[in-house]
């Protein structure tokens, strides 16, 4: 099993979860249940799968600036992603992350990796250590 190297966006603690890469980007608000983690939107490919528990390989977001609110309450109810990898930064996404840290919840990781790399993940179990490296 090879390591690749993420660069961190957010610091957070390791992790490990069943790699979920998304086919398409997906909205926070109204596109994840917060109280379950499952892909809410039902126009979306990975429609009710869940979340939870998984390392997240997010092709992009569509924003909505209430996407951090979403995020923070899946990390409050335990049903947040092992890690986040994204294609690029989504400041608003992140700063869920930032504000869970702020209040003293134990947030994953948030990584930068190429969506070109995702596929490699996607459907075995992946393992994110705290400098960022994914095996």
Same mark, same amino acid.
């Given at each position: 099993? +090879?390591? /690749?190297?993420?660069?961190?966006?957010?610091?957070?603690?390791?992790?490990?979860? #069943?790699?979920? $890469?998304?086919?398409?980007?997906? +909205?926070?608000?109204?596109?994840?249940? #917060?109280? /379950?983690?499952?892909? $809410?939107?039902?126009?979306?490919?990975?429609?009710?799968? +869940?979340?939870?528990?998984?390392?997240?390989?997010?092709?992009?977001?569509?924003?909505?600036?209430?996407?951090?609110? @979403?995020?923070?309450?899946? @990390?409050?109810?335990?049903?947040?992603?092992?890690? =986040?990898?994204?294609?690029?930064?989504? $400041?608003?996404? =992140?700063?869920?992350?930032?504000?869970?840290?702020?209040?003293?919840?134990?947030?994953?990781?948030?990584?930068?990796?190429?969506?070109?790399?995702?596929?490699?993940?996607?459907?075995?179990?992946? /393992?994110?250590? $705290?400098?960022?490296?994914?095996?």
């Amino acid at each position: 099993m +090879s390591t /690749t190297q993420a660069e961190i966006l957010v610091s957070g603690k390791p992790g490990s979860g #069943p790699g979920l $890469a998304l086919s398409a980007p997906i +909205s926070f608000w109204g596109g994840v249940d #917060p109280k /379950t983690g499952c892909i $809410a939107d039902v126009r979306h490919p990975e429609h009710g799968l +869940s979340i939870a528990g998984c390392v997240l390989f997010l092709p992009g977001t569509i924003g909505s600036s209430s996407a951090s609110a @979403v995020l923070m309450e899946l @990390v409050h109810n335990g049903r947040a992603p092992a890690a =986040l990898v994204l294609h690029e930064p989504d $400041a608003i996404l =992140l700063l869920g992350l930032i504000v869970a840290r702020e209040m003293g919840w134990d947030t994953p990781l948030a990584l930068r990796l190429d969506r070109n790399r995702f596929g490699a993940f996607a459907g075995r179990q992946v /393992t994110v250590e $705290a400098d960022g490296r994914l095996s």
